[in-house]
């Protein structure tokens, strides 16, 4: 595997891996909380609708000129790694609560025990149904695009489409063998890389899309990648100098809730 | 009708864009200037470094003086 191949792999498995770690959660939620045969029924539903997507983008998007491709898909994926990069600092640095499976995966089995039970067709429990089709639909869109646009600019979609499945099944195996969220991957360092790895290769096709030329070529993502995670690294220590007040420090999501998505 | 196309533009602005639009701003800055530059035959690399270089502590700022 080549250096740009290796890193193709590692930043969409990484990203899959962060977004099924949070997708499994909530269908570990509903099937715990309701009733497994539905969340699961919600789970098939979500992935039959991401492979629509994939199906109906995938074309699409393989038939752009790769000179437009690499300006559109720079453009986006440095707006989705600047979004990424800047939460990872912002926890990093104790500004915002940790992401945290376990308390997310309380949260949502305490309110699926609230809620009505409701029969719609096939579906038993119309609430686990939509609860696991919306983790996996919305968990997963942002995967499809970062595997469709990699996968694109680097001319090997089904590396990342195996990198994608790879992630997947990894921590779908884990989180079903345990029947627990996965509380001990290690989620916020995963989305400071996958924040810096987006970021470096948004900057890098954004701006040849745009008609600049990187000196050394390719080899500039070299040089990219270890300059952005500094960066990020530099901010989050020098963020720690302003962090919040010693008693909303013990416990920095205080007050606010823990996010689901992010 | 209204409040369902609604949620739909709701939700793709909060996926593309996200928590400052700031950042989505700058982007689209940055790819012009690199275009611009690129136009006239100079150097246009430096453009997307030097805006992410400014908008990501910018926007961390932001966000911590909201708190």
Not at chain 1, 62 to 71: C, F, Q, V
Not at chain 2, 17 to 40: F, H, K, N
Request: hydrophobic share 60%; with cysteine; glycine share 10%.
């Amino acid at each position: 595997m080549t250096g740009s191949a290796g890193a193709l792999f590692a930043a969409v498995f990484l990203a899959c891996a962060v977004e099924a770690v949070e997708a499994t959660t909530i269908v570990l939620a509903a099937g715990t909380g309701r009733e497994w045969r539905s969340a699961l029924q919600g789970v098939g539903a979500g992935l039959a609708a991401l492979a629509a997507v994939v199906a109906a983008l995938g074309p699409a998007v393989s038939a752009i000129p790769l000179h437009y491709l690499r300006l559109v898909v720079g453009g986006l994926l440095l707006v989705f790694g600047l979004q990424w990069l800047r939460k990872a600092v912002l926890r990093a640095s104790g500004h915002k609560a940790l992401h945290d499976e376990e308390q997310i995966y309380l949260r949502e089995v305490a309110a699926a025990g609230k809620a009505r039970a409701e029969r719609r067709g096939v579906v038993g429990d119309w609430y686990a149904f939509t609860l696991s089709f919306k983790g996996v639909v919305l968990e997963g869109l942002e995967v499809v695009f970062i595997t469709l646009t990699f996968g694109s600019n680097q001319h090997d979609i089904p590396l990342a489409a195996l990198a994608a499945v790879a992630a997947v099944v990894a921590v779908a195996a884990a989180g079903f063998a345990v029947r627990a969220p996965l509380a001990r991957v290690p989620e916020n360092t995963m989305k400071f890389v996958v924040g810096v790895m987006l970021t470096s290769f948004g900057m890098f096709w954004g701006a040849e899309g745009a008609g600049a030329r990187w000196p050394g070529g390719d080899a500039a993502l070299l040089a990219l990648v270890p300059a952005v995670a500094a960066y990020g690294l530099a901010l989050a220590a020098a963020l720690r100098r302003y962090r919040p007040r010693p008693d909303a420090e013990a416990n920095p999501a205080a007050g606010r809730p823990v996010e689901v998505g992010g | 009708m209204m409040s369902r196309l609604r949620s739909f533009g709701e939700f793709w602005y909060d996926f593309v864009v996200g928590d400052d639009w700031r950042v989505a701003a700058a982007v689209i800055a940055a790819l012009i200037v690199t275009w611009a530059v690129s136009t006239s035959g100079a150097a246009a690399w430096w453009a997307a470094p030097a805006a992410v270089a400014v908008i990501l502590p910018y926007s961390l700022w932001r966000s911590i003086a909201r708190r």
